[in-house]
T-cell receptor, first 115, second 116 residues
């Protein structure tokens, strides 16, 4: 069984400041890791994913995340946020067992960017 | 553009009145998923179709059913909606193979269901 914990339910930050959204996971097997963004009343959009290789993953909209196997973490970062980054962010994990690659989501972090 | 389409975007139904939500895709993906997302919560997988094979999550209530008449369309039927079924329902698709490499899930915009 796998699980995902997003440690912060809300993160307020001022525009142009850096931000880190934290994500920890637990799994007994190798995992694939993802960050999705959800704007109000919309579906989920993939920001970035870690499948293998370099532990630093760059995604869209200037976001990046670092996979840390020893700490079982996959924190999302952006050096300078914009008002338009205000949204809900979900960390998700998928293991390598079985077909369909099921996603398990964390509880979400609401990023609130203030002017 | 290839995409996942959900209709309607907003659906209002009455307590106990059956309702059907629709999802279509132009991506020609073989796997389709239905998620339920309640307010301020993470999406929760209800079931998925791998090709024509239906896979129900263990804790999905019997009140929820699904149909996939062809590759492009998938329906979510709620037989007797209760107040607790009010949520955003998200459809997603992916292309999967037996080699089990990860392939991204593409999400539709969702249907927000209100139960009166």
């Amino acid at each position: 069984a796998q699980s995902v914990t997003q440690l912060d339910s809300q993160v307020p930050v001022f525009e142009e400041a850096p931000v880190e959204l934290r994500c920890n996971y637990s799994s007994s097997v190798s995992v694939y890791l993802f960050w999705y963004v959800q704007y109000p009343n919309q579906g989920l959009q993939l920001l970035l994913k870690y499948l293998s290789g370099s532990t630093l993953v760059k995604g869209i909209n200037g976001f990046e995340a670092e996979f840390n196997k020893s700490q079982t973490s996959f924190h999302l970062r952006k050096p300078s946020v914009h008002i338009s980054d205000t949204a809900e962010y979900f960390c998700a994990v998928s293991d390598t067992i079985g077909a369909g690659n099921m996603l398990t989501f964390g509880g979400g972090t609401r990023l609130m960017v203030k002017p | 553009d290839a995409m996942v389409i959900q209709n309607p975007r907003y659906q209002v139904t009455q307590f106990g009145k059956p309702v059907t939500l629709s999802c279509s895709q132009t991506l020609n993906h073989n796997v389709m998923y239905w998620y339920q997302q309640k307010s301020s919560q993470a999406p929760k997988l209800l079931f998925h179709y791998y090709d024509k094979d239906f896979n129900n999550e263990a804790d999905t209530p019997d009140n929820f059913q699904s149909r996939r008449p062809n590759t492009s369309f998938c329906f979510l039927d709620i037989r007797s909606p209760g107040l607790g079924d009010a949520a955003m329902y998200l459809c997603a698709t992916s292309r999967e193979t037996l080699l089990n490499f990860y392939n991204e899930q593409f999400f539709g915009p969702g249907t927000r269901l209100t139960v009166l």
